[in-house]
């Protein structure tokens, strides 16, 4: 399996659902491993590095935020759930200067969300970035281009989307049980 099908793999949403069946092909060599970088460790950067963390394929080598207790939590989860010290900073464009790093998770306050997936884009890197994305209109279309023009992946997490409740709650409305939907 390839660093990209893994990312299009969770790229599906369900990586951070509760519900996740793990059903991916495993991998077949150490190369093939993703080293994920992660910007932003408030609540939702935390749960989704830690939704990362249970993919045994995926290495969180560098954290990245301005809040060094966020910092040091995050390197913590790390350090006790794969025995791993992360490397550390609080600007994200060290993070992105990075070579060995294949794809980051975004988690920042949301005005943030755009400007962080163009650049992340134009440096190599695939990108799951929570929502809402973007911040204005401009700040979206770049961020598009940076992912077309250089081939990247990228991912916005829409997690309750992915959601077995979610589906089952679409498959009852549109079957017309609860009769004609007016208003929601």
């Known amino acids: 399996m390839e660093r990209r099908d893994l990312i299009r793999i969770l790229s599906t949403g369900a990586v951070v659902s509760p519900f996740f069946i793990r059903s991916y092909p495993s991998f077949s060599s150490p190369n093939d ?3 994920l970088g992660c910007i932003g460790l408030g609540g939702m950067g935390c749960g989704d590095m830690a939704d990362f963390l249970t993919f045994d394929e995926v290495d969180v080598v560098a954290l990245c935020d301005v809040d060094s207790t966020h910092l040091a939590k995050a390197a913590g989860m790390v350090k006790e759930r794969r025995n791993k010290t992360p490397d550390t900073c609080a600007d994200f464009r060290d993070l992105l200067g990075r070579h060995d790093i294949d794809a980051v998770l975004i988690a920042t306050p949301d005005h943030w969300h755009g400007i962080i997936t163009a650049l992340a884009c134009k440096s190599g890197k695939d990108v799951y970035v929570e929502k809402p994305f973007p911040h204005n209109i401009r700040e979206g279309r770049l961020a598009v281009q940076a992912a077309r023009a250089n ?6 997490g829409c997690q309750v989307h992915a959601s077995l409740g979610y589906h089952k709650a679409v498959e009852i409305i ?11």
């Open 33 to 35: 491993r993703i080293q």
């Open 151 to 156: 081939s990247r992946v990228t991912q916005l």
């Open 174 to 184: 549109q079957s017309g049980a609860l009769g004609t939907i007016t208003q929601a």
